[in-house]
Protein backbone atom coordinates (compact mmCIF):
# COMPACT_ATOMS: atom_id res chain seq x y z
CA UNK A 1 0.00 0.00 0.00
CA UNK A 2 0.82 3.91 -0.92
CA UNK A 3 1.92 5.86 2.07
CA UNK A 4 -0.78 8.16 3.84
CA UNK A 5 1.26 11.48 3.27
CA UNK A 6 2.94 11.24 -0.13
CA UNK A 7 6.14 13.58 -0.30
CA UNK A 8 5.26 17.35 -1.07
CA UNK A 9 7.70 17.45 -4.02
CA UNK A 10 5.73 14.42 -5.29
CA UNK A 11 2.34 16.24 -5.33
CA UNK A 12 3.91 19.47 -6.76
CA UNK A 13 5.17 18.25 -9.30
CA UNK A 14 1.48 16.20 -10.07
CA UNK A 15 -0.05 19.21 -9.53
CA UNK A 16 2.46 21.29 -12.13
CA UNK A 17 1.60 18.73 -14.62
CA UNK A 18 -2.01 17.93 -14.31
CA UNK A 19 -2.19 22.15 -15.06
CA UNK A 20 0.40 21.95 -17.92
CA UNK A 21 -1.57 19.42 -19.22
CA UNK A 22 -5.10 21.18 -18.61
CA UNK A 23 -3.83 24.55 -20.16
CA UNK A 24 -2.16 23.35 -23.02
CA UNK A 25 -6.03 21.56 -23.59
CA UNK A 26 -7.55 24.18 -23.10
CA UNK A 27 -5.43 26.16 -25.31
CA UNK A 28 -5.68 23.50 -27.73
CA UNK A 29 -9.32 23.54 -27.82
CA UNK A 30 -9.47 27.73 -28.32
CA UNK A 31 -6.90 27.43 -31.01
CA UNK A 32 -9.90 24.76 -33.08
CA UNK A 33 -12.57 26.92 -32.48
CA UNK A 34 -11.04 30.45 -33.26
CA UNK A 35 -9.08 28.91 -36.76
CA UNK A 36 -12.68 28.21 -38.71
CA UNK A 37 -13.33 31.99 -37.86
CA UNK A 38 -9.69 32.42 -39.17
CA UNK A 39 -10.31 31.05 -42.07
CA UNK A 40 -13.53 32.89 -42.63
CA UNK A 41 -11.91 36.12 -42.53
CA UNK A 42 -9.22 35.50 -44.60
CA UNK A 43 -11.35 34.19 -47.32
CA UNK A 44 -13.72 37.47 -47.19
CA UNK A 45 -10.27 39.76 -47.21
CA UNK A 46 -9.36 37.59 -50.34
CA UNK A 47 -12.96 38.64 -52.34
Not at 28 to 38: C, I
Amino acid sequence: MSKLTPEPELTFSKRMTWFVMLWLLGFAGTMLLAMPFHFLVRAAMAH
